[in-house]
């Protein structure tokens, strides 16, 4: 909920003392594919900013800036140009290119410090090590992940975080999920 200003009646369960210090978005490309066949890099640039928007409205009111961090695995789905092809006049067998997809990366570096990319780099040369003895002997299903963190302003800052991403096989949380940060 949006924060009440002094002065103005706000009950506790509705809305905030204070704004907010950061704001996270997750998955709004899929804001984007929900109403058409085919998500548009200018219809989630519009989401952005709308959302930087009343970033900006908080922002002034409050003491504090308001940070805006957003999670997308969908960013890949989008497509370029922003503007859609020409279709061919009716009745000309000639049929348009389908639209090529490009990278987005580019265009998300403009409207944010920091980017970041996850992406699975196979399976661990090292096991994690079981608490239960049963455990250890049964063959994990385990899947190394990276993050690269890259900050726009300073690339000597850029950070890379590994984990390892398990499927409990055994036990009353078989099918579970679990993380080793090592």
Not at 14 to 27: D, F, I
């Amino acid at each position: 909920m949006l924060h009440v200003y002094e002065g103005s009646f706000y009950h506790p369960k509705t809305t905030l003392p204070s704004a907010p210090t950061l704001l996270v978005l997750h998955e709004l490309s899929a804001l984007c594919s929900a109403g058409s066949s085919e998500p548009t890099l200018s219809s989630y640039i519009s989401l952005i900013t709308h959302a930087l928007t009343a970033l900006n409205a908080l922002s002034s009111q409050s003491s504090t800036t308001i940070a805006l961090a957003v999670f997308d695995s969908g960013l890949d789905q989008l497509r370029l140009p922003v503007l859609r092809p020409v279709s061919p006049p009716e009745g000309e067998s000639h049929t348009p290119s389908s639209v090529r997809r490009e990278s987005v990366a580019p265009f998300v570096h403009n409207f944010f410090q920091w980017t970041g990319v996850v992406e699975a780099a196979g399976s661990p040369e090292t096991e994690i090590p079981s608490s239960q003895p049963e455990e250890a002997s049964m063959e994990p299903n385990l899947t190394q992940m990276r993050m690269w963190l890259h900050c726009e302003e300073d690339s000597s800052m850029d950070i890379v975080w590994e984990w390892v991403v398990g499927t409990q096989s055994v036990g009353p949380h078989a099918g579970a999920k679990y993380f080793d940060w090592g």
